[in-house]
């Protein structure tokens, strides 16, 4: 409660200062750029700033903290723009957090110089503008989150550079262009995130076929085209894959059987033609599907009526025909839909 006390520059000796989730208000003084010791700075989830152009003052003077190795600043009222002297930090910053701010304006090209971060939120604020294509030299960053902004333009090549990358999440902004190739050199990636966005293209099979996806592959909500590649088939541990709302077409690949860790699947409101793959019947550990709104056809599979996790099942709008089957999930009539068959 109260505000950070100015005189809190005068404890030199300070390595940490760590007020996480309390009810601080006011400024964050500039003062604290004395503190020369410091390594954490934790201001997360209180109520710092008044969303004005004002509130990020005090960054260039942690400029002089030169052991800062950790920064959060999320979760707060702090507007203005991030300023072109962030690319003066400290090196050996690792990780960075300003999540759910007001913070607006374009991404610095400056923040490629922080190449030690590791952990960079900037997800729920007002950034404009392109990801600047000096993001590629962060070579040691694992996570970042640019969800729910207004940025637009492509998304660089240069992320590719970044291989040590474990999650990648770009929802809820305005980028256009292609899913760039060269992120199929991001071998250690888990989850991924391009949701409703303004995409094109197709899905590079060199990024939809990364073994290492495991935890979700979401892309719903653009404007990609041409079919489901192949190398899904290599998401052997994926469990959520999310392709819905595009411009998908073909068949349904029957390589999409190998993903027999898979528990939620949807790919509604797309093109994809013809029956559904015999390879399905791989996937026992399907808790969601929704296959809505797609032109497949013929008998819907006596199979899905033995997965024993189905917990909702949509095959609503396609042209199916012949008898719903009558055991298992399809014995609920509140977890299924069929119309429109």
């Not at 960053?141 to 729910?148: C, G, Q, T, V």
Request: proline share 5%; hydrophobic share 40%.
């Amino acid at each position: 409660m109260g505000s950070i006390l100015v005189s809190l520059s005068n404890a030199s000796g300070l390595e940490m200062i760590d007020f996480f989730r309390n009810h601080i208000t006011g400024p964050v003084p500039r003062n604290l750029g004395s503190l020369k010791r410091l390594s954490l700075l934790n201001f997360i989830h209180n109520h710092l700033g008044s969303g004005q152009s004002s509130d990020l003052n005090f960054l260039p003077f942690l400029n002089n903290c030169t052991n800062l190795q950790r920064l959060g600043i999320a979760l707060n009222r702090l507007g203005g723009k991030l300023p072109d002297s962030i690319s003066n930090l400290p090196t050996q910053l690792s990780i960075f957090s300003m999540g759910s701010n007001l913070i607006h304006g374009s991404i610095p090209e400056g923040i490629g110089n922080l190449v030690s971060l590791t952990l960079l939120g900037m997800e729920d604020n007002m950034f404009s503008g392109s990801i600047p294509v000096a993001w590629g030299k962060l070579q040691k960053l694992e996570k970042f989150n640019l969800a729910s902004n207004r940025l637009s333009g492509p998304i660089p090549s240069s992320l590719g550079n970044l291989t040590q990358l474990i999650g990648v999440f770009m929802s809820e902004n305005n980028l256009e262009g292609n899913i760039p190739a060269s992120l199929g050199n991001c071998q250690s990636l888990l989850e991924l995130d391009f949701s409703y966005n303004k995409l094109n293209g197709t899905i590079p099979k060199e990024v939809i076929g990364i073994p290492s996806l495991s935890i979700s592959f979401v892309v719903g909500r653009n404007s990609l085209t041409g079919s489901l590649p192949l190398e899904v088939g290599n998401l052997k541990d994926l469990g959520e894959l999310v392709i819905a709302k595009n411009n998908f077409s073909g068949e349904i690949p029957n390589t999409l059987g190998s993903c027999v860790s898979l528990e939620l699947l949807y790919m509604a409101g797309n093109s994809f033609q013809g029956s559904l793959p015999l390879s399905f019947e791989n996937l026992r550990a399907l808790k969601v599907v929704d296959l809505s709104c797609n032109k497949l056809s013929g008998v819907i599979p006596q199979y899905l009526g033995k997965f024993s996790s189905l917990e909702r099942l949509n095959l609503s709008f396609n042209d199916f025909e012949g008898e719903v089957p009558k055991q298992g999930i399809f014995a609920n009539v509140s977890a299924i839909s069929v119309i429109g068959n």
